[in-house]
C-alpha cells in the first residue's frame, strides 16, 4: 500500500475526488453487479459482455462502418467533423477472451468524437482459439495497414486487455528497425493490464474494492490466452518492455479496481525512461468507468481529458 500511495503522491499521478452524484451512481451500480463478481468465464460469457458493453450511450454525430484494415476486420467510428489526415487505432477490452469491435463502437465514437479523428477497431483473434500472440500480431498488421492507406498521424488507444495490447504495440512499432513510416503520435491506456503475472499490490489491496474481477477468475482468462508462454515476456505484459523513446502515454485508471498498481507501475517505469506519462487516478471508480459516459461525472471528465490530449497530439507539426 505504501507503494501506491507514495507513486500516487508523485508528479506524474494526478487524482480526481468523487463528486456526491457519482458515489450515489457507484452504490446503485455495485449493488446491481454483485452477484456477477468473478463469475464471468471462458467463451461462454462472450454474449454477456458484449451486451453490457453495447448498454454505451451512442455518440451524436457519429457514423459507423465495418470494414477491414491490415486484412483486420472491424469498424470505424467517423465524427462529423473529423480530420482526414488522422487515425486513431482502438484496441477492445475483453481479458483477452472476450470483446467486439461492434460491441465497443459507442463507446470509441466517444472518444473520435471528443479527439476530432476517425477511429478504427479491430477485430484482433481472441483466446483460446487463438493464443498469444496472435493479438499482437494483429494489432501491428491493423497498425500497418492504416499506414498503407496514408495515414500520415496515427495514435493508438486502449482499454483493459485492449490497453495491454495497445502498449505492447506502442512499443513494438516505435523500436522496430527499420523504423516504420509513421510512429504513433501517443498513446491512451484505459485501465491496461501491464503485468500478466498478476503480481500488483492492488491485486489484494483492492480485492473487496472492486465490483467485477476476483485474481483466480483473471488468472484463468491469462492462463487461456498465454497457452504457457512467459508472462513476463515484453509482447504479453508491457511492465518488463524497454520503455525508452517511447511517444508520449496517458493512462486512466478507477482507484476501486484490481488493476490500479499496473497503471501506476508502468507510468513509474516510463517516466524513469524519460517518457512523457502521466496517470489520472479516479476516486471511488472501477474498472470501464468510461462507459458510464453522459451518466457520470469522472467518465465526461476522462473522455474530455483524453480527447483533448489526442487532439493535441495528431494536430501537433511534424517533426
Known sequence: MNAIL???????????????????????????????????????????????????????????????????????????????????????????????AQAFRHLVGHIAASAGANAFIPNYRLAPENVFPAAVNDVESCYDG????????????????????????????TERTPPGRVIPVGAVALSPVTDLTLTGQSWKTRAAADPYFIESQARELVRSYLNGADPMAPKASPLYGDLTGLPPVRVHVGDD??????????????????????????????????????????????LAAIGAFLAERLDASIG
Not at 491490415?70 to 489526415?85: E, K, L
Not at 501506476?264 to 471508480?285: E, F, K, N, S
Open 6 to 100: 507514495s507513486q500516487r503522491s508523485a508528479p506524474w499521478s494526478a487524482t480526481h475526488p468523487i463528486t456526491a452524484e457519482d458515489k450515489v451512481a457507484m452504490s446503485a451500480l455495485r449493488a446491481m453487479v454483485e452477484s456477477l463478481k468473478g463469475k464471468l468465464q471462458g467463451t461462454t460469457a462472450r454474449p454477456q459482455f458484449d451486451a453490457i458493453t453495447e448498454r454505451v450511450t451512442a455518440p451524436k454525430d457519429v457514423a459507423f462502418e465495418a470494414d477491414t484494415v491490415g486484412a483486420i476486420p472491424g469498424w470505424w467510428c467517423r465524427p462529423r467533423q473529423a480530420r482526414s489526415a488522422n487515425a486513431i487505432l482502438h484496441l477492445h477490452g475483453g481479458w483477452f477472451n472476450w470483446g467486439s
Open 146 to 173: 492504416l499506414i498503407e492507406r496514408g495515414f500520415a498521424r496515427i495514435a493508438v488507444t486502449g482499454d483493459s486487455a485492449g490497453g495491454t495490447l495497445a502498449l505492447v504495440l506502442l512499443r513494438l512499432v
Open 257 to 302: 479496481e484490481v488493476l490500479l498498481d499496473d497503471a501506476l507501475r508502468y507510468v513509474a517505469r516510463a517516466i524513469d525512461a524519460g517518457v512523457d506519462a502521466r496517470v489520472d487516478v479516479w476516486q471511488g471508480m472501477p474498472h470501464g468507468f468510461a462507459s458510464g459516459v453522459g451518466k457520470l461525472a469522472a467518465a465526461n471528465q476522462a
